[in-house]
Protein backbone atom coordinates (compact mmCIF):
# COMPACT_ATOMS: atom_id res chain seq x y z
CA UNK A 1 0.00 0.00 0.00
CA UNK A 2 1.00 3.23 -0.84
CA UNK A 3 0.99 4.68 2.84
CA UNK A 4 1.88 8.29 1.15
CA UNK A 5 -1.12 8.40 -1.17
CA UNK A 6 -3.51 6.95 1.82
CA UNK A 7 -2.70 10.11 4.13
CA UNK A 8 -3.06 12.63 1.21
CA UNK A 9 -6.69 11.42 0.60
CA UNK A 10 -7.09 11.06 4.36
CA UNK A 11 -5.99 14.86 4.47
CA UNK A 12 -8.50 15.90 1.84
CA UNK A 13 -11.44 14.12 3.35
CA UNK A 14 -10.40 15.69 7.16
CA UNK A 15 -10.70 19.20 4.83
CA UNK A 16 -13.80 18.95 3.24
CA UNK A 17 -15.35 17.59 6.77
CA UNK A 18 -13.96 20.63 8.52
CA UNK A 19 -14.77 23.05 5.89
CA UNK A 20 -18.48 21.43 5.80
CA UNK A 21 -19.20 21.70 9.78
CA UNK A 22 -17.59 25.13 9.29
CA UNK A 23 -20.19 26.08 6.39
CA UNK A 24 -22.87 24.30 7.62
CA UNK A 25 -22.55 25.17 11.79
CA UNK A 26 -24.79 28.72 12.36
CA UNK A 27 -21.86 31.35 12.66
CA UNK A 28 -23.99 34.47 14.12
CA UNK A 29 -20.95 36.29 14.37
CA UNK A 30 -19.24 35.90 10.67
CA UNK A 31 -22.64 36.57 9.46
CA UNK A 32 -23.16 40.08 11.74
CA UNK A 33 -19.38 41.19 10.69
CA UNK A 34 -20.24 40.71 6.87
CA UNK A 35 -23.62 42.50 7.75
CA UNK A 36 -21.97 45.16 9.11
CA UNK A 37 -19.30 45.26 6.39
CA UNK A 38 -21.81 45.04 3.19
CA UNK A 39 -24.05 47.97 4.86
CA UNK A 40 -20.65 50.06 5.63
CA UNK A 41 -19.88 49.84 1.72
CA UNK A 42 -23.01 50.61 0.77
CA UNK A 43 -24.00 47.43 -0.77
CA UNK A 44 -27.65 46.08 -1.49
CA UNK A 45 -27.96 43.17 1.12
CA UNK A 46 -29.42 40.15 -0.02
CA UNK A 47 -30.54 39.38 3.32
CA UNK A 48 -31.86 35.52 3.18
CA UNK A 49 -28.70 34.58 0.79
CA UNK A 50 -26.06 36.44 3.70
CA UNK A 51 -27.84 34.50 6.29
CA UNK A 52 -27.71 30.93 4.36
CA UNK A 53 -23.93 31.55 3.66
CA UNK A 54 -23.42 31.35 7.53
CA UNK A 55 -25.70 28.14 8.27
CA UNK A 56 -28.98 29.65 8.55
CA UNK A 57 -32.30 28.45 6.38
CA UNK A 58 -33.44 32.65 6.21
CA UNK A 59 -32.91 35.70 7.67
CA UNK A 60 -35.73 35.18 10.24
CA UNK A 61 -34.11 31.73 11.22
CA UNK A 62 -30.94 34.12 12.14
CA UNK A 63 -32.70 36.49 13.90
CA UNK A 64 -34.98 33.96 15.96
CA UNK A 65 -31.70 32.22 16.82
CA UNK A 66 -30.45 35.57 18.12
CA UNK A 67 -33.19 36.15 20.29
CA UNK A 68 -33.64 32.60 21.78
CA UNK A 69 -29.37 32.66 21.99
CA UNK A 70 -29.68 36.16 24.52
CA UNK A 71 -33.54 36.48 25.58
CA UNK A 72 -33.74 39.82 23.48
CA UNK A 73 -36.63 40.99 21.58
CA UNK A 74 -36.41 42.61 17.86
CA UNK A 75 -38.39 41.50 14.86
CA UNK A 76 -37.06 40.94 11.29
CA UNK A 77 -37.31 44.85 10.18
CA UNK A 78 -35.52 46.26 12.99
CA UNK A 79 -32.34 43.44 12.34
CA UNK A 80 -32.33 44.85 8.46
CA UNK A 81 -32.60 48.12 10.08
CA UNK A 82 -29.47 47.78 11.58
CA UNK A 83 -27.30 47.09 8.96
CA UNK A 84 -29.01 49.00 5.95
CA UNK A 85 -26.33 51.86 4.49
CA UNK A 86 -27.05 55.28 5.12
CA UNK A 87 -27.85 57.61 2.04
CA UNK A 88 -24.42 59.72 2.06
CA UNK A 89 -25.81 62.98 0.06
CA UNK A 90 -28.21 63.31 3.19
CA UNK A 91 -26.60 66.30 5.78
CA UNK A 92 -27.48 65.08 9.53
CA UNK A 93 -28.81 67.34 11.89
CA UNK A 94 -26.35 66.91 14.88
CA UNK A 95 -28.61 70.08 16.84
CA UNK A 96 -29.65 70.00 19.79
CA UNK A 97 -33.39 70.58 18.73
CA UNK A 98 -32.48 66.44 17.10
CA UNK A 99 -30.53 65.28 20.46
CA UNK A 100 -33.54 66.34 22.49
CA UNK A 101 -35.94 64.00 20.15
CA UNK A 102 -33.69 61.29 20.50
CA UNK A 103 -34.01 61.82 24.12
CA UNK A 104 -37.39 61.99 24.71
CA UNK A 105 -37.64 58.30 22.42
CA UNK A 106 -35.13 56.76 24.01
CA UNK A 107 -37.30 57.81 28.11
CA UNK A 108 -40.59 57.58 26.58
CA UNK A 109 -40.70 54.60 24.19
CA UNK A 110 -42.46 51.26 24.83
CA UNK A 111 -38.85 49.69 24.65
CA UNK A 112 -37.84 47.64 27.31
CA UNK A 113 -35.19 50.04 27.60
CA UNK A 114 -37.40 53.36 28.58
CA UNK A 115 -39.41 51.27 30.55
CA UNK A 116 -36.14 50.32 33.02
CA UNK A 117 -35.22 54.14 32.23
CA UNK A 118 -38.44 55.28 33.83
CA UNK A 119 -39.47 52.19 35.98
CA UNK A 120 -36.06 50.84 37.43
CA UNK A 121 -33.19 54.09 36.80
CA UNK A 122 -35.85 57.06 37.73
CA UNK A 123 -37.66 54.90 40.76
CA UNK A 124 -33.58 53.43 42.64
CA UNK A 125 -33.15 54.45 46.01
CA UNK A 126 -29.45 53.58 45.57
CA UNK A 127 -29.31 55.75 42.71
CA UNK A 128 -31.24 58.61 44.05
CA UNK A 129 -28.88 59.05 47.18
CA UNK A 130 -25.73 59.55 45.53
CA UNK A 131 -24.60 62.76 43.89
CA UNK A 132 -24.45 61.43 40.62
CA UNK A 133 -26.15 58.59 38.66
CA UNK A 134 -26.67 57.96 34.95
CA UNK A 135 -28.16 56.23 32.43
CA UNK A 136 -26.40 54.75 29.43
CA UNK A 137 -26.99 52.37 26.01
CA UNK A 138 -25.81 51.19 22.56
CA UNK A 139 -26.90 53.22 19.92
CA UNK A 140 -25.82 53.73 16.33
CA UNK A 141 -25.97 57.44 16.98
CA UNK A 142 -25.35 58.53 12.86
CA UNK A 143 -28.28 55.94 11.77
CA UNK A 144 -30.27 57.21 14.44
CA UNK A 145 -29.74 61.23 13.91
CA UNK A 146 -30.26 60.19 10.12
CA UNK A 147 -33.59 58.93 10.78
CA UNK A 148 -34.85 61.75 12.86
CA UNK A 149 -33.05 64.55 9.85
CA UNK A 150 -35.64 62.64 7.60
CA UNK A 151 -38.51 61.83 9.82
CA UNK A 152 -38.45 64.64 12.56
CA UNK A 153 -41.60 62.90 14.08
CA UNK A 154 -40.32 59.56 14.42
CA UNK A 155 -41.64 57.87 17.21
CA UNK A 156 -38.62 54.62 17.55
CA UNK A 157 -35.62 53.63 17.33
CA UNK A 158 -33.56 50.54 17.09
CA UNK A 159 -33.68 48.20 20.08
CA UNK A 160 -30.72 49.06 22.38
CA UNK A 161 -28.86 47.45 25.60
CA UNK A 162 -29.04 50.20 28.70
CA UNK A 163 -27.90 50.04 32.15
CA UNK A 164 -27.09 52.84 34.62
CA UNK A 165 -25.15 53.13 37.92
CA UNK A 166 -24.46 55.90 40.60
CA UNK A 167 -21.15 57.57 41.92
CA UNK A 168 -19.95 60.26 43.71
CA UNK A 169 -17.60 61.09 41.50
CA UNK A 170 -18.80 62.23 38.00
CA UNK A 171 -16.05 60.80 35.75
CA UNK A 172 -15.64 57.82 38.04
CA UNK A 173 -19.06 57.57 37.32
CA UNK A 174 -18.96 57.75 33.31
CA UNK A 175 -16.01 55.15 33.63
CA UNK A 176 -18.40 52.75 34.96
CA UNK A 177 -21.20 53.26 32.70
CA UNK A 178 -19.20 53.39 29.49
CA UNK A 179 -17.39 49.86 31.12
CA UNK A 180 -20.94 47.97 31.67
CA UNK A 181 -22.26 49.33 28.25
CA UNK A 182 -19.34 47.33 26.48
CA UNK A 183 -19.76 44.35 28.67
CA UNK A 184 -23.21 44.18 27.58
CA UNK A 185 -22.55 44.55 23.70
CA UNK A 186 -19.99 41.68 23.94
CA UNK A 187 -22.22 39.55 26.06
CA UNK A 188 -25.40 40.00 23.53
CA UNK A 189 -23.05 40.45 20.28
CA UNK A 190 -24.65 43.55 19.38
CA UNK A 191 -23.21 44.94 15.84
CA UNK A 192 -20.08 47.61 15.57
CA UNK A 193 -22.08 49.91 14.41
CA UNK A 194 -23.62 50.67 17.78
CA UNK A 195 -21.48 52.34 20.26
CA UNK A 196 -22.06 53.14 23.81
CA UNK A 197 -23.91 56.97 24.58
CA UNK A 198 -24.01 58.49 28.12
CA UNK A 199 -27.67 59.38 27.58
CA UNK A 200 -28.88 61.00 30.91
CA UNK A 201 -26.72 62.30 33.92
CA UNK A 202 -29.16 62.82 37.37
CA UNK A 203 -32.20 62.89 35.17
CA UNK A 204 -31.21 65.52 32.78
CA UNK A 205 -30.57 65.00 29.00
CA UNK A 206 -26.75 64.42 28.64
CA UNK A 207 -26.34 63.47 24.77
CA UNK A 208 -23.86 66.66 24.13
CA UNK A 209 -21.77 65.71 26.88
CA UNK A 210 -21.69 61.91 26.39
CA UNK A 211 -20.34 62.46 23.12
CA UNK A 212 -17.89 65.08 24.25
CA UNK A 213 -16.61 61.96 27.02
CA UNK A 214 -16.00 59.64 24.20
CA UNK A 215 -13.91 62.03 22.27
CA UNK A 216 -12.05 62.92 24.97
CA UNK A 217 -11.20 59.34 26.22
CA UNK A 218 -10.05 58.34 22.66
CA UNK A 219 -7.63 61.27 22.47
CA UNK A 220 -6.99 60.05 26.32
CA UNK A 221 -7.98 62.81 28.28
CA UNK A 222 -10.36 61.12 30.56
CA UNK A 223 -8.49 59.63 33.55
CA UNK A 224 -8.14 56.13 33.68
CA UNK A 225 -10.77 54.61 36.45
CA UNK A 226 -8.34 53.16 38.97
Known amino acids: MNYLNFFKKLLVVLI ?18 YLENAGNLGKDINFDEAAKMYG ?7 VNHYKKTFG ?6 EAKNAFIGLDQSVIINYSDKNFQRLYNIITQSKYQGSKRYRNGYLKDKRAN ?12 LERELYKLTLNPDLEKIAPFTWTWAWHNEEYRLKKDLMRFCKESILKYKIPNNQKCLI ?15 IKLSEVGYVRSNR
Not at 56 to 62: D, H, L, T
Open 199 to 213: IDINETNSISEGLEF
Open 129 to 140: NAKYKGFVISID
Open 16 to 33: ILISSSTSFGKDLKSLIF
Open 56 to 62: FKSFKNA
Open 72 to 77: VKINVE
